[in-house]
């Protein structure tokens, strides 16, 4: 582990210094994640990505993608886009990016089942707004607002989620 990784421990994510309360999946963690099981995925995982909000918010880093009207994910494991932005229309199952609600104004992309997703083996794990404290995810981890928005612009490329 180094000083710049995000560590998931009983008291919530560790970055910097500091201890953030979170939540994460609803059947907890576990070694053997399945396509919606609700499970957090134990493991290292690189942060590949950053996705906001334009309307809502300032670009956070030079490197994070705003999310467009029609920006969808792909939770559909028979279809080759799994695990992968796509946009509407898309006929397969998946996930809104651009949400009603603020969920996801601000998302971290974690290489969890990423490039090479293996089918079932779980979509995206994102770091993102939490709906409220205690409030369990689909296996993402999910803070308070303004939480996020503080550690999103010291995330770096080399940066880690660790789940033990």
């Not at 576990?30 to 099981?37: S, T, Y």
């Not at 334009?54 to 886009?81: F, H, N, Y």
């Not at 303004?146 to 999103?152: N, S």
Request: hydrophobic share 35%; net charge positive; with cysteine.
């Amino acid at each position: 582990m180094t000083p710049r990784d995000l560590v998931l421990t009983p008291r919530g994510v560790r970055f910097g210094g500091r201890y953030f309360p979170c939540t994460i999946g609803r059947s907890g963690v576990r070694g053997d994640k399945r396509e919606g099981d609700g499970a957090t995925p134990r493991g290292s995982h690189a942060i590949i990505g950053m996705l906001y909000r334009p309307d809502r918010m300032q670009q956070p880093v030079k490197w994070a993608v705003p999310i467009r009207p029609g920006d969808l994910w792909s939770d559909a494991p028979e279809d080759d886009a799994y695990n992968q932005m796509v946009a509407a229309p898309y006929d397969h199952s998946h996930e809104a990016l651009r949400r009603a609600d603020r969920l996801y104004d601000l998302v971290l992309l974690t290489d969890w089942n990423w490039p090479d997703a293996e089918p079932y083996k779980g979509s995206a794990i994102f770091l993102h707004r939490w709906r409220r404290p205690g409030c369990p995810t689909e296996g993402c981890i999910a803070l308070r607002a303004d939480h996020l928005r503080a550690i999103a612009p010291r995330i770096t490329l080399q940066t880690r989620l660790i789940v033990g």
